[in-house]
């Protein structure tokens, strides 16, 4: 059985305006945090002895932020108490401005082959916008560093909507990262979050996000050019050179069993979902004296199952596997959704082939119908 693990660093330099992930700035608490992480990684080693760890996801939150040996500390850990899979994906999130030559190399000797950067976009101006305590400049070096160490494979977090972003700004944002060399792009729509300060500001008209229209003409520029550029879609927001999919994301939308440790970390093992507290202090005080951390937990119900499972596998170009799901869940799709299924196919919306049910390139522009159709 295969699990994936994901460790959740959650320190930032600074909060950018538009993020609601749960992160602070007390950089202060950060050695007691990955001593702590440290021993819940430990600590709940045996309940997985059974399962082989195909992908480890350090994220955040900024994990570059650590200081120097603890991500080697995180990882050694995981390797001496779990069974890790010959060819596990070891990917680190990271933004541009904490990456130096001396972490990158303790990162690549601790086993990590996978740097996802932050970058959003290579506009100064764009990145001052919104909040990012970094320039292109910082993203330029942070590459090279990677690259001197002999990363290869290398995602950059780009986002698509920002307050004045025009189509000039995505062009140059795309052409630095096909020059670059990168393996991956995920490419986010802005999502504004309440409780955020760009929502105030858009709110009391100080900030002016571009209209749906041109946001979504920005989103076909970048299919575009990312297909010409030898970029698959292989999931709604994810592109990647052939065979640099992150196996770590598709896991996830596959519903493959996780684990997750550390403040604020989410699991999904044998259908039962939890959480870990969202406080830092309070995460570091229960591991400390051997107390739970756990702050919810609930076991999904077979249909809820259903619904995720075609929910997430529709967010994939691969779609969902008919076989399978029909074997997990004792349902053929093929049949319980007839009807819809022909509606959709006749609309061209969806297709089957190879015992894969997918979206079709029209059908991603309006997936949450089509996943309405297919889970009502
Ligand atoms: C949570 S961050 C963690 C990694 C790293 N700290 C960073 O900033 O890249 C991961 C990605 O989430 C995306 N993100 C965060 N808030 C978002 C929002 N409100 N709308 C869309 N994307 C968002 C950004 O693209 C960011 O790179
Ligand atoms: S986007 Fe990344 S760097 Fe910015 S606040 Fe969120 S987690 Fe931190």
Redesign the pocket.
Known sequence: MNLGIYVHIPF?VSK?L????Y?VTKLDLVNDYVLALVKEIKRESDKYKDYTIDTIFI????PSVLPTGSISSIINTIKKHYKIAPNCEITI???PNTISYTNALEWQNAGVNRV?????STSDRLLKKIG?AHTFNDFVLAIDNLKKVGFKNINA???LGLPTQKQGDLRSTLKHCFRLGLTHL?A??????EE?PLYDLVKEGKLKLPSEGKTLNMFNYLLKQTGLCGYNRYEVSNFSLPNYECKHNLNCWNMCDYVGFGCASHSFVAGRRFANISNVQEYIANISSSKSVLEFEEQIEKNELIEETIMLGLRTTRGINLTLFKEKFKVDLLKSKQKQIENLTNLGLINIKDDYLFATTQGFYVLNQIIVDLVE
């Open positions: 930032c950018c538009y993020c609601n992930f992160s994220g955040g939150g900024t999130e990271s933004n996802s950067v932050g970058l959003q990012r977090d780009i986002m995920s986010y729509t802005l999502i504004l979050e955020t």
